[in-house]
């Protein structure tokens, strides 16, 4: 009943998609402001850079043109052209056209492009544009000359070339602000990421902790509730379903201790009479000879089933011994190869079984319960196996005891189940005396020496039992 850790590795996966979440979110909020910031920051930057530049524009140009003749000769427009860009002290360049044609210009006019140029001719009014030039900045500010108050369009156009460098530098120190103001908001996101997860994630990690206590046995495990979101109810489901637990689970505790106390008393009060019943069956099997038609065969058949039963009552007081906890050891310094022959004379199978058993190989255990261990792997192959049984030792830590037959082997289907109480298959081997319950009971007294016993079909014919029990005794 104890959990794995997949609920924990959810919480933990949980926590951090909750951190990235936070953090993602708490990032996009930061470069969004920082994006929008800079966005407004800078248009702003430049169009006051831009407002200033064209009206010092227009009003130069206004000055200049003011007295100007039409059709104004070369020397005019070239004049006017030497006048506008010395009024700008960021300004490289201006240029005069008429008709098309460029009459005067100043230092550079590249910028000035046929868009610009042919937007003021279709829209005789000031237009400006952004341009960039040999990876410079640049704003092309362009008007036609109107001459006299009826505003007389000359076909002359007055551009003027101011480069955008500085405005392009304070651009760059904005967003490397920006870029710097957004790294200690992601840290900052990072902290607020964490403590919120923590606030959130509080609930689900005491019901982690909760989830595993109730898994270690602490049936009585509860969580206090409060609030009323969908984790609050999710702990008044964890309580309800642990109180039913517990309860489910004290009821079959319950009814385990009445079944086993039930097997353990049944099996006593049968002792006596039965003890009385194998007497006489014993006697009329003795008798048999003095007996008429079918009594003879029936008094063997008795003495035979009644001493069944006597060995299943005896096979479930031991198993009851197990179940309580009262099994007990005894144990003795024993000659291993010794105490299997003596197992094999007193059954009668010295002669059925092909002993390779080293001397001198000793272990501290019990030397009826390893009987009973010997006693159910050797009958268990001699009665459903096939010959040869081959029982081999092989001393060290721990001590090694293989039962081999040439059989047909456990089906592979019940080999999982060979040592299962009651288990009866006779393909499978299992049954000890017809009880079900030998290889069950070699199991329990193996593992309370400390030791196991498995079961495989080897290459070849027939099932191999393994028996290993620990040379200095139980630990």
């Not at 979440?21 to 248009?43: E, H, I, K, N, S």
């Not at 097997?263 to 009329?284: C, G, K, N």
């Not at 096939?386 to 040439?406: F, H, M, Q």
């Not at 290889?439 to 079909?457: C, K, P, Q, T, W």
Request: charged share 25%; glycine share 10%.
């Amino acid at each position: 009943m104890r959990p794995s850790g997949g609920f924990r590795l959810a919480v933990r996966g949980l926590r951090a998609r909750l951190v990235v979440v936070f953090v993602l979110l708490a990032g996009l909020a930061a470069v969004t402001a920082a994006g929008l910031v800079y966005r407004q920051a800078r248009d702003l930057m430049l169009a006051r850079t831009e407002s200033s530049l064209v009206n010092e524009f227009r009003l130069r140009v206004a000055t200049l043109t003011e007295n100007m003749r039409h059709p104004p000769d070369r020397a005019t427009l070239q004049r006017l052209a030497n006048g506008v860009a010395p009024a700008f002290l960021s300004a490289t360049g201006a240029a005069v056209y008429r008709d098309s044609g460029l009459i005067a210009s100043g230092d550079r006019t590249g910028p000035i492009t046929p868009a610009l140029r042919q937007g003021l001719a279709t829209r005789q009014r000031l237009l400006y544009q952004r341009v960039i030039s040999g990876g410079t900045p640049y704003l092309v500010v362009g008007t036609p000359v109107l001459l006299g108050s009826r505003r007389t369009p000359s076909e002359v156009q007055v551009y003027l070339v101011t480069p955008l460098d500085p405005e392009a530098a304070d651009q760059d120190a904005l967003l490397a602000a920006a870029r710097n103001g957004v790294l200690p908001v992601l840290a900052l996101a990072v902290v607020l990421a964490l403590l919120a997860a923590r606030g959130v994630l509080r609930p689900v990690r005491d019901l982690d902790r909760a989830a595993r206590r109730l898994g270690a046995g602490e049936l009585d495990t509860r969580l206090k509730v409060g609030g009323g979101d969908e984790l609050a109810r999710l702990v008044t489901t964890f309580n309800a379903t642990a109180a039913a637990l517990e309860a489910n689970v004290s009821e079959l505790r319950e009814m385990e201790v009445r079944a086993r106390r039930f097997v353990a008393d049944v099996s006593h009060e049968l002792r006596t009479p039965l003890a009385s019943i194998l007497a006489m069956a014993e006697m009329f099997e003795e008798e048999a000879g003095r007996l008429e038609g079918d009594l003879a065969g029936a008094a063997g058949l008795l003495n035979l089933e009644v001493g069944r039963l006597v060995r299943l009552v005896e096979d479930l007081m031991e198993i009851s011994r197990f179940d309580a906890g009262a099994a007990r050891l005894v144990l003795n310094d024993v000659d291993v190869a010794d105490a299997i022959r003596a197992c094999l004379r007193t059954r009668g199978w010295y002669g059925r079984a092909e002993l390779d058993l080293p001397a001198d190989v000793r272990i501290r255990m019990d030397p009826r319960r390893f009987d009973v261990i010997v006693a159910n792997l050797v009958g268990n192959a001699l009665r459903h196996g096939a010959p040869p049984v081959t029982v081999r030792l092989s001393g060290g830590d721990p001590v090694v005891i293989e039962v081999r037959d040439a059989g047909d082997g456990v089906d592979p289907d019940l080999l999982p189940h060979v040592f299962d109480r009651f288990s009866k298959a006779d393909t499978a081997r299992v049954r000890s005396d017809g009880s079900g319950l030998g290889l069950a009971i070699a199991l329990e007294n193996a593992r309370l020496h400390g030791g196991s016993i498995d079961v495989a079909n080897p290459p070849g014919d027939g099932a191999l039992f393994t028996l290993t029990l620990p040379a200095g005794g139980p630990r």
